[in-house]
């Protein structure tokens, strides 16, 4: 059993893996036999009572096997080098979990990696956080440098969220939309409010354009007198932020402006069009609104 382990560093990271697997099945344990005190207390528990003990005689079971194991483990050790950090932020970097400036009810993180390298050069790596009692040894001008060493768990989710937002931020630039000089692209309301819009995606800004160009061809047909000079600067602010937005999708095609204005004006033309068919029908549909039309 374990003979492919031959370093330090296998033999420690095999062991420090069966003493979690050996802490999650005593928790489990632990939890199925609170259960079994609360079943005990009512009669009508009592198959749940009598399936929660014969998973935890299971699960002692595997417990036993994991302890043997762990004693072949142990059996290799040769007393090479090991380093252990304590589990809290400020926590301490320890030769053994024995060390007299802990408590039994310090917990530890074992860092496995390290098993086998000598104690000076851990000492080192461990800078300040290395407990002057476990390396009497070291230089004082260790215990003055940055601690190097983290706990592997720490350093593999901070990994992972980094991939995770390497992952959401090209997901962002491959839908997006942005200026040419790379911020934002924000729009003004259809209705002339003072609230920027931002445009976040191609789609979104796609969609927004031929909306636009629909509202502008609208605002331009509308001839009424009574709030020309309303409509006057909303149209103006309506086409600047059009053009904007259709340098920004040009930028993002690689295409020429014009070729972007054009095809979002083919796509508000149908849309227009489009309308006036169904206002067309509705109208046939309720004659008594044909003075509107």
Not at 266 to 291: G, S, V
């Amino acid at each position: 059993m374990f003979e492919d382990l031959k370093t330090p560093v296998e033999i420690d990271t095999a062991l420090a893996g069966l003493y979690n697997e050996k802490a999650d099945l005593e928790f489990r344990v632990d939890r199925l036999r609170r259960s079994i005190e609360v079943y005990a207390e009512r009669e009508y528990y009592a198959s749940s009572k009598e399936k929660a003990e014969a998973e935890v005689r299971g699960l002692v079971l595997e417990v036993g096997e994991v302890l043997k194991k762990v004693r072949v483990l142990e059996g290799k050790y040769s007393g090479w080098s090991r380093a252990f950090l304590v589990s809290n932020a400020n926590g301490h970097i320890h030769s053994s979990t024995s060390c007299a400036t802990c408590f039994d009810t310090t917990r530890y993180v074992w860092l496995t990696d390290l098993s086998g390298q000598d104690r000076l050069e851990i000492a080192g790596l461990a800078g300040e956080k290395a407990c002057s009692v476990c390396y009497p040894d070291a230089p004082s001008e260790y215990f003055a440098r940055k601690c190097q060493l983290e706990d592997p768990a720490v350093v593999k989710a901070r990994e992972e969220r980094a991939e995770a937002k390497a992952v959401r931020e090209a997901k962002r630039l491959a839908v997006g939309v942005f200026n040419p000089d790379g911020s934002a692209v924000k729009v003004r309301s259809s209705y002339g409010g003072r609230y920027l819009d931002e445009l976040k995606t191609e789609r979104t800004a796609r969609i927004w354009a031929k909306d636009t160009s629909c509202w502008i061809a609208n605002y331009h047909a509308d001839k009424r007198e009574d709030w020309k000079a309303e409509r006057v600067e909303i149209l103006a602010n309506l086409e600047a932020d059009l053009e904007m937005v259709l340098v920004a999708l040009a930028f993002k095609a690689g295409v020429e402006v014009d070729v972007a204005r054009a095809e979002i004006q083919d796509k508000a033309d149908k849309q227009l069009a489009k309308n006036a068919r169904e206002h067309a029908k509705w109208i046939a549909n309720n004659p008594q609104y044909a003075h509107l039309a």
